[in-house]
């Protein structure tokens, strides 16, 4: 009996210093992530499933158009650039904090938050949140690695 409690301590103790190393580190955001529209419009809430049904074509039309192949780049020297498909960028500064809160903030000063969710070698997806009683459709965006 004492034997299976000590395996099963050593086992937590394991499992314990796994989830410390597994943290992230800013490092692993550096570089170009494209926005995989498919699968975050295939991933969204009942509520915005309903509001995304009631938009007319022509709008959804154009909120596809501006998320489709969007990309996200992070930089090592901490600066972030947005990009569309149609070339506007959008420029401001990144930083991911220890609970693993990505802020990223214009050159105005208006700041986005997402929590990071999965980060993978080819794999991106944050949780955009929200600001009081804003009405988000995408509110969990995958982006894959280019």
């Known amino acids: ?3 299976i409690w000590t395996r099963f301590a050593f086992l937590i103790l394991v499992f314990h210093c796994y989830s410390i190393s597994a943290q992230v580190r800013p490092e692993q955001l550096i570089g170009t992530w494209v926005f995989d529209y498919s699968k975050s419009i295939d991933k969204i809430d009942e509520q915005a499933q309903k509001d995304y049904a009631l938009m007319p074509e022509v709008i959804k039309s154009q909120f596809e158009q501006s998320y489709r192949g969007r990309k996200l780049i992070f930089n090592t020297n ?3 650039i947005q990009q569309t498909i149609d070339g506007k960028q959008i420029v401001g500064s990144w930083k991911l904090d220890n609970n693993q809160n990505i802020s990223v903030t214009s050159p105005q000063g208006g700041t986005i938050a997402f ?3 999965v980060l993978s070698d080819a794999i ?3 949780q955009l949140q929200k600001k ?3 009405q988000i459709i995408l509110s969990q965006w995958y982006l894959n690695k280019n």
């Open 1 to 3: 009996m004492k034997n």
């Open 78 to 80: 901490g600066s972030f």
């Open 115 to 117: 929590k990071l969710v």
């Open 124 to 126: 991106l997806v944050l």
């Open 132 to 134: 009081g009683n804003q």
